[in-house]
């Protein structure tokens, strides 16, 4: 592999932002150097240039030079399985059409949320096994990001437990969520909101949701509970991280602490989010809350939770535009520092996942996974998308006139 310069950008470091250029080789980072801003005779691009005619030199100047966004929690693969309810695309059409999308949205590391569980999914587990094994397939030959598999299990969901199990066995997944999407806790603990989400969203009366509500129920008095906390234990024994679903309490932080989990996923409240950060484990909130204002669903505000230093992974959850967007808002808004910003939808996830060696920030000798980041108009688009020092996309504007 040849060696590329990227030169004169404004380079987003886990703490601070510089003037400088990278040297790449061998699609890793291989030097950082540090150049002063008003740089006249551009010193770093003449040495480049001067070390072959192989040599790839990307001029960043005015540009920002960030790491490629790690994104843990998004379920957008499915939407794009499956745009509207009962209209299903081929699932090897699916994911190459979406992957081509994120390396525009500066996403370089996707970890697939694919949800085992009746009930709320609109997909039966054979979809599920399949897209598994499709991502794991596909990746072994050629890709334009990395992907990952984030496996979220619906824990009344009796039926896929040996599924789940055999998974955490084989390592064939790299990051596990326990979800309880029933009434009365968790995002439903408003009476009737379960109920309104599933007609919504399955199409189906009131008759039919009364008959959902009271066999959720039943599977959910069946749940061994023990049994998961086994599951979650053997996940962590497999180097599989292990995540909590919408915590509404400390005492469920506490109870999903014991389950093996080291990240809390969109906790209802200020008080829950504080309580995980002070029991040592992550807390993962939505970028779309970030750049909508608030939650979809009138929960708690994650830029609340960012201030008040109760949160420190963003994920695009439904919505992959929105991850950068959102570190830039909180940004421009004073929330956090830029460099702060980026750790969150960088490092902190790759930290997350056991991945922090390779991919999460710009470091001698991890991964080449870097975005040429431009703004109009106050909102940033990339420019160009580098994985593993090979450029995977690249944009220009077209003036007319």
């Known amino acids: 592999m040849s060696t590329m310069w990227i030169i004169g950008g404004s380079i987003v470091l886990p703490d601070e932002v510089v003037t400088g250029s990278l040297k790449i080789e061998d699609g890793r980072i291989a030097e950082i150097r540090r150049e002063a801003a008003d740089d006249p005779d551009r010193r770093g691009m003449a040495e480049a240039?001067?070390?072959?005619?192989?040599?790839?030199?990307?001029?960043?100047?005015?540009?920002?030079?960030?790491?490629g966004l790690v994104d843990i929690h998004s379920d957008a693969i499915e939407k794009e399985v499956q745009p509207r309810p009962n209209t299903m695309f081929p699932l090897d059409m699916a994911l190459m059409e979406f992957e081509r999308k994120l390396p525009?949205?500066?996403?370089?590391?996707?970890?697939?949320s694919l949800s085992l569980g009746v009930g709320l999914s609109l997909r039966g587990d054979h979809y599920l096994t399949q897209l598994v094994e499709l991502i794991r397939r596909?990746?072994?030959?050629?890709?334009?990001?990395?992907?990952?598999?984030?496996?979220?299990y619906e824990v009344s969901h009796l039926d896929g437990l040996p599924i789940v199990e055999r998974y955490i066995q084989e390592k064939a997944i790299d990051y596990l969520s326990f979800m309880n999407h029933s009434?009365?806790?968790?995002?439903y603990r408003e009476p009737g909101s379960f109920e309104r989400y599933v007609m919504k969203n399955q199409g189906v009366d009131r008759e039919e949701v009364r008959y959902i509500v009271e066999d959720l129920l039943k599977r959910q008095r069946q749940v061994d509970w023990s049994r998961l906390r086994d599951l979650g234990r053997l996940a962590t024994r497999n180097g599989i991280a292990v995540a909590s679903h919408d915590d509404d309490s400390p005492e469920r932080v506490d109870e999903s602490i014991r389950y093996g989990a080291t990240v809390s996923e969109f906790p209802m409240n200020l008080d829950t989010a504080r309580h995980a950060i002070k029991r040592g484990i992550r807390v993962c909130v939505g970028a779309p809350n970030v750049v909508r204002g608030g939650s979809h669903d009138n929960n708690m505000r994650a830029a609340d939770a960012i201030a008040a230093g109760a949160a420190d992974i963003l994920c695009s959850d439904y919505h992959p535009s929105s991850l950068l967007a959102a570190i830039f808002k909180l940004s421009d808004d004073g929330i956090i520092g830029l460099p702060e910003a980026v750790r969150m939808g960088t490092l902190h996830p790759a930290q997350a996942i056991g991945a922090e060696q390779v991919i999460g920030s710009i470091e001698p000798g991890k991964a080449a996974d870097l975005l040429l980041?431009?703004?109009?108009?106050?909102y940033p688009w990339v420019r160009r998308t580098i994985v593993g020092g090979r450029e995977v996309y690249a944009a220009s504007e077209y003036y007319l006139g």
């Open 49 to 67: 240039t001067a070390e072959g005619d192989d040599t790839i030199v990307i001029d960043a100047g005015g540009l920002y030079v960030m790491p």
């Open 104 to 112: 525009l949205h500066g996403i370089t590391s996707m970890y697939h």
């Open 138 to 152: 596909y990746r072994s030959k050629r890709s334009m990001v990395r992907h990952g598999i984030h496996l979220r």
């Open 183 to 187: 009434p009365g806790q968790g995002q």
């Open 373 to 378: 980041v431009d703004r109009y108009e106050g």
